[in-house]
């Protein structure tokens, strides 16, 4: 564990950070311009509610039919939310990097689940707001290597990467000390709720930043015993591109063919859906176990009148396949996989129902945080701050973005793949050999089933994207070389 670095040697991360990040240039700034922050009585608290693979669809006020979920409902009806926000790598341990790092998995090195971390070179966002006065909290899943122990924490209740959902392993710490695990007799989530409410309601000097990452719904999909029958007789809706198996895939590359990542044929053995009904009606389960929790610590803010002095967020590390094209989890880079939900409420600045139909990413999240917290933002984040258009303000914003996906060989058999999306077309570069590629008219084909790749029609625009995937590896100076990805020893 290494030690927390004071607040003068913060100069040194971001010169540092090219190193780690290879070519990247990045420009280090000074710590007393990046942490100019208001007076505490003019800060926000802050809430961070990371759901694990939760979709942008998953919510009663956003017309899903079978769930109810109040408090996301609240959230969004009570401050602004985007119905076209994204991951830039649909994979858990790099977007976590990313959202605590505000840098694409090119750039940190944190670029699959087995062996990546957020360099030490790189602040991350807590240490940011710490030095800017906050006191931070975190608990559930970090997922990145070294369960985030090697940063500190005013109180952190945490894991790693899996844990057992209703016995689970978790290490408390207190002021960057850190005890041995300890193992705990209740639903995880519920476990993790219940100490974050107590944690809020311990007696606070400074304004607080609590970050909550659930761990539900996650394989095996276990559900809280409350909730064991739970949808029970609901039927469940075969997503059109659904049959795509039965012709294998017509005009898919191979690349689609082979990954395993489909119901009913999966690496975890008993982890695995066997069925559309099973899997989605425990994803729901899990979303609405989330949304409950979220109501607890809701609770509690308001039992201290805290609730509208604090910026609440909810958002996802990665979206997730519900029988899209048969699959189930992420990693693609299909709509459901990368599309995540993101919310902010905040009265102080954002009205109530705001919504904006910009693409934004979970590069944005940790620019955002800072813009709200009143700490300068980095030149050096790849991503930029929400809060213009939350604010219902017209400003220049992206027009396109790049994705990308490396863990292979991994247990998915989902080959490392680069790509661009606009507003209008995506396409996709598989780019080992033999190189494979996709092509997609989302505005007349928003479910991905024809790939229009080969098409002479589209060769023109097909090199554009092409041409422009390139130009936003530059830009983002991506000069990552793939390396296949050495599975984790058993630990």
Request: proline fraction near 8%; include cysteine.
């Amino acid at each position: 564990m290494s030690e927390h670095p004071a607040p003068s040697d913060r100069r040194s991360f971001l010169r540092g950070a090219a190193a780690a990040a290879g070519a990247l240039a990045l420009q280090p700034f000074l710590l007393a311009e990046s942490l100019v922050a208001p007076s505490p009585a003019e800060r926000p608290n802050l809430i961070f509610f990371l759901g694990e693979g939760a979709r942008p669809d998953e919510t009663s006020l956003g017309g899903n039919k079978l769930l109810k979920t109040p408090n996301l409902d609240r959230l969004a009806r009570e401050g602004g939310s985007f119905p076209n926000a994204f991951c830039v790598n649909a994979l858990c341990l790099p977007a976590r990097a990313t959202i605590l790092s505000g840098m694409y998995s090119h750039s940190t090195g944190a670029v699959d689940n087995q062996h990546s971390k957020i360099p030490d070179s790189f602040p991350i966002l807590s240490d940011m707001l710490r030095d800017a006065g906050y006191e931070v909290a975190f608990l559930g899943k970090s997922h990145v290597e070294g369960a985030l122990l090697d940063r500190y924490w005013d109180f952190y209740f945490g894991f790693k990467g899996f844990a057992n959902f209703f016995d689970p392993n978790i290490v408390e710490g207190h002021k960057g000390v850190y005890s041995p695990p300890k193992q705990y007799h209740e639903y995880a989530d519920d476990l993790l709720t219940r100490k974050a409410v107590e944690w809020i309601q311990q007696p606070h000097e400074t304004p607080i930043c609590l970050f909550l990452w659930f761990y539900s719904p996650h394989s095996p999909f276990f559900r809280p015993l409350r909730a064991v029958n739970d949808f029970n007789g609901d039927p469940i809706p075969k997503p059109s591109s659904f049959d795509e198996y039965l012709n294998d895939y017509a005009g898919k590359p191979q690349s689609v063919k082979d990954a395993l990542n489909k119901i009913g044929k999966q690496f975890y053995g008993p982890d695995q859906p066997r069925s559309l009904e099973e899997l989605v009606k425990n994803h729901y389960v899990g979303i609405e176990n989330n949304d409950r929790n979220i109501g607890q610590v809701f609770s509690a803010l308001e039992g201290k009148n805290m609730l509208d002095e604090s910026a609440v967020i909810w958002s996802s590390d990665h979206g997730f396949f519900l029988g899209e094209h048969r699959f189930y989890d992420k990693r693609l880079m299909y709509e459901p996989s990368i599309r995540i939900p993101m919310m902010v409420r905040y009265p102080r600045r954002i009205k109530g129902g705001q919504k904006s139909d910009e693409m934004v990413l979970n590069l944005d999240i940790m620019p955002t945080i800072l813009d709200l917290a009143g700490v300068k933002i980095p030149d050096a984040l790849q991503g930029k701050s929400m809060m213009p258009l939350l604010e219902g303000r017209s400003v220049p914003w992206r027009k396109d973005w790049l994705y990308e996906y490396y863990e292979y060989p991994g247990a998915e058999n989902v080959k490392p793949c680069r790509g661009v999306r606009n507003t209008r077309y995506k396409y996709i570069h598989y780019f080992l050999d033999a190189q494979e590629y996709e092509f997609y008219d989302l505005a007349t084909d928003p479910d991905e089933v024809h790939n229009l790749y080969g098409d002479p029609k589209y060769s023109g625009l097909i090199a554009k994207h092409a041409a422009r995937l390139e130009e936003l590896r530059r830009e983002t100076h991506d000069t990552y070389a793939y390396r296949p990805t050495v599975k984790r020893q058993q630990e």
